[in-house]
């Protein structure tokens, strides 16, 4: 079973960074993508994704200010962002997609003066 833990929430005044991680533990295998996704109001949106060899794609919302990046050896996805806006608050969660779709638990960003 995959299991994926959040990390670096908190609150950030606009205009300032984060930087999110998410560790993948337990039956791994194979070729498999990774995500980030923020819910607000019950609605859950892409934000960003990074396919096993590299590829991204971004919320156009957010495009030019957030960065994922992945370290394989370590089954970790990073999403560093910048120029964050209030309307960036929401909770972000990881997505894994491989052999199954697993989901982390969430980090709180709060983005407020």
């Known amino acids: 079973q995959v299991h994926l833990v959040e990390s670096g929430g908190g609150l950030v005044q606009p205009g300032g960074s984060l930087r999110l991680s998410c560790v993948a533990s337990?039956?791994?295998?194979?070729?498999?993508?990774m995500g980030w996704y923020r819910q607000v109001s019950g609605k859950r949106e892409l934000v960003a994704r990074i396919a096993s060899g590299g590829s991204t794609i971004y919320a156009d919302s957010v495009k030019g200010r957030f960065t994922i990046s992945r370290d394989n050896a370590k089954n970790t996805v990073y999403l560093q962002m910048n120029s964050l806006k209030p309307e960036d608050t929401a909770v972000y969660y990881c997505n894994l997609l491989g052999l199954g779709d697993y989901w982390g638990q969430g980090t709180r960003v709060t983005v407020s003066s």
């Open positions: 337990g039956g791994i295998s194979g070729f498999y993508s």
